[in-house]
Structure formats: C-alpha cells, structure tokens
C-alpha cells in the first residue's frame, strides 16, 4: 500500500513542474557563477494578480518549469521585501530580467503576465540572445 501511494505521489509531482527558486538574489549569483547558467530573475509583490497567474497557471507547467530549472538560476524578489540591485528596476510587476553570474543585465525588462506557450517561446529567445553573447 505505501508503494502504491508513493509511486501516486511521485506521479502527481511529475505531472505539475515546480520551478526550483533561489533563496535569494546573492545566492543565485553564486549558483550562476558555480553552473554557468544565466539567473532569471523575478521581481514580484505581495497581492500582484499577474504575479500569481504566472506562479499559479504559467511556472506549474512542467515544460516552462523545466526549462527555466535546466538553463537559468531562478530567483524571485518581492518589491517591498527584498533588497533590490539599483540596476534592476521594476516597471510593474511581475518585471523579469536575465543576469549573468556578475550581476549584469543581459536583457530588457520583460514586464507583466503571459500564457505558458508564449512566456516559453520569449524565454527560448533570450537565451539564445544571452548564449549569442558570449
């Protein structure tokens, strides 16, 4: 009985991606820095519509929660509580940028909510834009 309840688990957890967030903005550096991967960095705030549409319909979905697990550092930084870098402003939230390991943006501001498919596809773009940078 415990198998079968665990393997249900297990499924259920499979089915719903989970985005694997940096504790916080210094930690995701240091990860950066460690995987080589580029930090997406998501500054929200406490009761934002559009932050919860993106962490409830668009980061559950396991195909935008694996690639953005396989190729950034996720963080998010809420507006009010978490110190925020001069260079990385909000213009509304949710406000996205990709960093590299030293901090530097490598994008503009990405401001406000999408769908999964297209959330996914900008995301696919600015990698490229960040790798083509290298």
Avoid at 21 to 49: R, T
Avoid at 66 to 73: C, P, R, T
Wanted: glycine share 4%.
């Amino acid at each position: 009985m415990k198998k079968i309840l665990l393997t249900l688990l297990l499924a259920i957890v499979a089915l719903f991606g989970e985005v694997e967030w940096a504790m916080d903005y210094q930690d995701a550096l240091m990860e950066s820095k460690e995987s080589g991967k580029p930090v997406f960095v998501m500054i929200s705030q406490e009761n934002c519509n559009y932050c919860m549409f993106m962490k409830s319909q668009v980061f559950t979905k396991p195909e935008v929660a694996d690639f953005l697990n396989e190729n950034f550092v996720p963080v998010e930084l809420d507006l009010k509580s978490d110190p925020l870098p001069d260079y990385l402003k909000p213009y509304g939230t949710p406000t996205f940028y990709i960093v590299d390991e030293n901090g530097k943006k490598r994008s503009r501001p990405i401001v406000g909510a999408a769908k999964a498919d297209a959330f996914l596809e900008r995301m696919k773009e600015e990698l490229k834009k960040f790798r083509g940078a290298l």
